[in-house]
């Protein structure tokens, strides 16, 4: 996972993602998923070219069943795009790069 990538969980939600000043993506997935480990590769890419613009996050599933049922996730890889703690946008799937990258520049739009 690169550095420009955070991991949170439960309890450390609402801090991170909820009180950001920044726009945050926040992605829902799990180990064991294989679109999940293919979107981690372009999120791995634009999350280090967007740094300083948009913060980005992971979401174990397995290990966050609050913030996973909090908003619904029911497929995973989910994205949740997030801008002054509310959801602006969302997506379900592994995302094309072109397809992410036309979602991040509509958040920031909201920034």
């Given at each position: 996972?690169?550095?420009?990538?955070?991991?949170?969980?439960?309890?450390?939600?609402?801090?991170?993602?909820?009180?950001?000043?920044?726009?945050?993506?926040v992605d829902f997935?799990?180990?064991?998923?294989?679109?999940?480990?293919?979107?981690?590769?372009?999120?791995?890419?634009?999350?280090?070219?967007?740094?300083?613009?948009?913060?980005?996050?992971?979401?174990?599933?397995?290990?966050?069943?609050?913030?996973?049922?909090?908003?619904?996730?029911r497929s995973?890889?989910?994205?949740?795009?997030?801008?002054?703690?509310?959801?602006?946008?969302?997506?379900?799937?592994?995302?094309?790069?072109?397809?992410?990258?036309?979602?991040?520049?509509?958040?920031?739009?909201?920034?």
């Amino acid at each position: 996972m690169a550095g420009k990538i955070t991991k949170i969980t439960d309890e450390t939600f609402s801090t991170k993602v909820i009180g950001s000043r920044s726009p945050a993506v926040v992605d829902f997935w799990a180990t064991w998923c294989e679109p999940c480990r293919k979107l981690d590769e372009v999120l791995e890419q634009v999350a280090f070219e967007y740094d300083g613009r948009v913060s980005f996050f992971k979401v174990d599933v397995n290990e966050s069943n609050a913030i996973a049922s909090k908003y619904a996730v029911r497929s995973i890889p989910m994205l949740l795009f997030f801008n002054g703690g509310e959801i602006v946008d969302q997506a379900v799937g592994a995302l094309s790069r072109e397809i992410l990258e036309e979602k991040l520049q509509k958040l920031l739009q909201y920034a």
